[in-house]
């Protein structure tokens, strides 16, 4: 059976940090690229980050840019999400995915066959 389990959530003030992780079971995501959506209070769900299948190519939504940094750690099988600068508007339930299909864009939902159960983290002001 297929996991993805995320970690690493929590209540945090605005500036603050967090470090997001997803630790995969069931089948090695080591030759997929891998990423992190969010789904903001009473918003659609949308995409942070991506990394590719061996992190040498990384890619971000424009407000996350220079503040969230999206790593991977093969040999674990877990992959990561640093966020710096948090701000109240990156309030969301974080959902990391895998299984990435080539013949979409990383930054569909559709793109990926495996999904975590969220995470919440809030910013307080």
């Known amino acids: 059976q297929v996991q993805l389990v995320e970690s690493g959530g929590g209540l945090v003030q605005a500036g603050g940090s967090l470090r997001l992780s997803c630790a995969a079971s069931g089948r090695t995501f080591s030759s997929d690229a891998m990423g992190w959506f969010r789904q903001p209070p009473g918003k659609e769900r949308e995409f942070v980050a991506a990394v590719s299948w061996n992190g040498d190519r990384l890619y971000y939504t424009n407000s996350v840019k220079g503040r969230f940094t999206i790593s991977r750690d093969n040999a674990k099988n877990t992959m990561y999400l640093q966020m710096n600068s948090l701000k109240p508007e990156d309030t969301a339930v974080y959902y990391c995915?895998?299984?990435?299909?080539?013949?979409?864009?990383?930054?569909?939902?559709?793109?990926?066959?495996?999904w975590g159960q969220g995470t919440q983290v809030t910013v307080s002001s």
């Open positions: 995915a895998g299984g990435y299909s080539s013949a979409s864009s990383v930054y569909t939902e559709r793109s990926y066959r495996y």
